[in-house]
């Protein structure tokens, strides 16, 4: 029996969601596994293909995947976990030098520090209470 074929009598008959379905089709083409036999497959074999992805959350996520459809534990399919994303924003002094010169210096400045206009509000409000 091949993946497809064991994909379509177990996993279609269980209460996923038709998008998590589709996601999981998804995933295991990725994987290059919907069409090996459903007998040859073993845990190393899935566990290589998801080790060959570079995005740790995709990682994750088909790791997730696997584990579910082919009733794997945790100890066979490891938990993968996600990593948090580092963005390069430029600095505080780059931006004030583009938004002085912008038309809308007022309004990007108070997106800019609006929630720390907002921190220093809460802080006064807890001044104030705390002393009477």
């Not at 290059?32 to 007998?39: I, S, T, V």
């Not at 490891?78 to 931006?95: F, G, N, T």
Request: net charge positive.
């Amino acid at each position: 029996m091949l993946v497809k074929e064991y994909f379509e009598l177990e996993i279609a008959n269980r209460p996923y969601k038709y998008q998590t379905k589709l996601n999981m089709v998804r995933c295991l083409k990725k994987l290059e596994l919907w069409d090996m036999e459903y007998e040859t497959l073993t845990p190393a074999i899935c566990w290589e293909r998801i080790d060959g992805i570079i995005n740790q959350n995709v990682k994750r996520t088909y790791a997730g995947y696997v584990r579910n459809v082919f009733n794997y534990g945790r100890n066979q399919i490891p938990v993968v976990m996600s990593e948090s994303k580092i963005y390069d924003l430029p600095s505080q002094e780059d931006l004030h030098k583009v938004i002085e010169s912008s038309k809308y210096r007022f309004y990007l400045l108070l997106c800019m520090y609006a929630g720390q206009i907002l921190a220093f509000k809460n802080q006064i409000k807890e001044f104030l209470f705390s002393s009477v």
